[in-house]
């Protein structure tokens, strides 16, 4: 069974950094290209950042330079280190497969505050 756990959110001030991980179980995280996504309030989910199969990573425009994602195969955890945060990126963070359809499961993600 699927199952997806995130955490390392927080409130953090404007500049600051967070490392956020996902603990997957259920299939291997090293088969999937797998990704990180946000949802602000008000706004739909946005995908922020992926690492395929073989390792490759993208990201989108506003976080290229500032955020990383990685993973940990002998762990099956992914991770997103998020440095010099702005106002913008407060959001609920959650990680899933890149291949996500409607309707399939989520973890219950992790907030990210950036307040001054």
């Known amino acids: 069974q699927v199952q997806l756990v995130e955490s390392g959110g927080g409130l953090v001030q404007p500049g600051g950094s967070l490392r956020l991980s996902c603990a997957a179980s259920?299939?291997?995280?090293?088969?999937?290209?797998m990704a990180w996504y946000r949802q602000a309030p008000g706004n739909h989910r946005e995908l922020v950042a992926i690492?395929?199969?073989?390792?490759?990573?993208t990201y989108i425009g506003s976080v290229k330079g500032r955020f990383a994602i990685s993973r940990d195969i002998a762990r099956n955890t992914l991770y997103l280190q998020t440095n010099n945060l702005n106002l913008e990126d407060t959001a609920v963070y959650y990680c899933?497969?890149?291949?996500?359809?409607?309707?399939?499961?989520w973890g219950q993600g992790t907030q990210v505050t950036v307040s001054p």
């Open positions: 899933n497969k890149v291949s996500v359809r409607p309707g399939n499961y």
């Open positions: 690492i395929s199969s073989s390792g490759d990573t």
């Open positions: 259920g299939f291997y995280i090293s088969a999937n290209g």
